[in-house]
């Protein structure tokens, strides 16, 4: 067995010389090198953002989104969307370990990796299900973890299906714990779908009762489950696109003051602003949304003079699949509700 680069640099293609998340082709040759992983994969879970953009150009259409999705990774060796850049995470079965490498894992683990789809090296012989409204797609294929590809075996205690979708979005709320301190103010926009339940989940632990969390979606009734959990304060119905409207409705629901820290956890463009304006100068504005665009936030902050702190949606942080199937762990309600609509 020959041995590779830790980051995966030995299966760039084009351009030469790039990592794999930039490259615009990786090798999906499935020939082990020493310190690389092969896992038989049995699902993907696809980026939010990208399922969308998917959905939208195959017309909602179950059939023709499995078809690019094979297209993409025949032309990739790859599931790295050409339009949102982003990937999303696979399950599978460990089918082999390379010779070199050192790992708790055996032959035979289920496990979910952790590093995107859109650096994996995949190969897909077809796709089996296309799942509507959970991104999730069931599939036949092989997969490569580089020896510095994060992984998490799969729960024993939690069905697959649910450990999955959690840990596509497991940065969002294990950020938002790191971000938030006690008595905050905090506004999720996107509060309805994965990622803005698990993060008014950790929002609300964090603040504590001398905090304040608010959250708003496009749906009117999309806080009603947080708000029976009494994990969101307040929720409003706006669409995060129209700017001017979010920080009106947002400041309103919140007694007129600005917000300490604000997440973008919404699947579509243009929702930059909305996160900025509610924030207080010297406030945290949080992008997990794969389609943020840092132009649009970096010079509209600039442009309406808000000294605040952005951090991109770095997808890992430390300990982040532990707190996240911790939150599932210890609420029974949000267990449901992931089994309810993400299983
Ligand atoms: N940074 C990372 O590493 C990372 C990892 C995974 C995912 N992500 C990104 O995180 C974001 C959320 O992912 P997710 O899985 O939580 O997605 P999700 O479950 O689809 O949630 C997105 C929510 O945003 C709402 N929404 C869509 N358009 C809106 C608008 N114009 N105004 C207000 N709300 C709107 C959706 O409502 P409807 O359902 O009614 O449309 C949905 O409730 C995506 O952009 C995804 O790409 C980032």
């Not at 307040?234 to 001017?244: E, G, H, M």
């Not at 991109?312 to 509700?337: E, V, W």
């Amino acid at each position: 067995m020959k041995r590779g680069s830790e980051y995966g640099l030995h299966r760039v293609i084009e351009p030469e010389g790039c990592l794999p998340q930039a490259a615009l082709r990786i090798s999906n040759d499935m020939t082990l090198f020493s310190n690389e992983i092969l896992i038989d994969v049995q699902a993907l879970n696809i980026d939010s953002a990208s399922f969308w953009q998917l959905s939208e150009v195959s017309g909602g259409d179950r059939d023709e989104i499995g078809r690019r999705i094979m297209e993409i990774v025949a032309e990739r060796g790859k599931m790295q969307n050409p339009v949102t850049g982003s990937g999303g995470m696979l399950i599978g079965t460990v089918a082999a370990i390379g010779d070199d490498l050192q790992t708790d894992l055996q032959v035979g683990d289920k496990v979910a990796t952790l590093v995107s789809l859109s650096l994996t090296p995949l190969r897909l012989d077809r796709v089996i299900r296309v799942h509507h409204g959970t991104d999730r797609i069931d599939v036949a294929g092989q997969a490569i973890l580089f020896e510095s590809g994060l992984y998490a075996k799969l729960p024993h205690d939690l069905p697959e299906a649910m450990a999955l979708a959690a840990l596509d979005v497991a940065g969002a709320p294990a950020q938002m714990h790191k971000l938030i301190r006690e008595g905050d103010r905090v506004l999720i926009i996107g509060a309805g779908g994965k990622s803005g339940l698990l993060s008014a989940y950790a929002a609300k632990e964090k603040a504590g009762p001398g905090g304040f969390v608010a959250g708003c979606d496009l749906a009117p009734d999309g806080g009603d489950f947080l708000l029976q959990q009494a994990m969101l304060d307040r929720y409003f119905a706006c669409d995060a696109t129209d700017a001017p409207s979010l920080m009106e409705k947002a400041l309103a629901v919140g007694d007129g003051r600005e917000y300490d820290v604000s997440v973008l956890v919404v699947n579509v463009p243009g929702a930059e602003m909305s996160a900025i304006l509610p924030v207080r100068d010297e406030g945290t504005v949080y992008f997990f949304s794969m389609a943020t665009s840092f132009t649009k936030a970096a010079l509209g902050a600039e442009g309406i003079g808000k000294d605040v702190s952005m951090l991109i949606g770095n997808g890992y942080t430390k300990g982040h699949a532990d707190f996240t199937l911790g939150l599932l762990r210890r609420y029974a309600p949000l267990r449901q509700r992931f089994a309810d609509v993400y299983c």
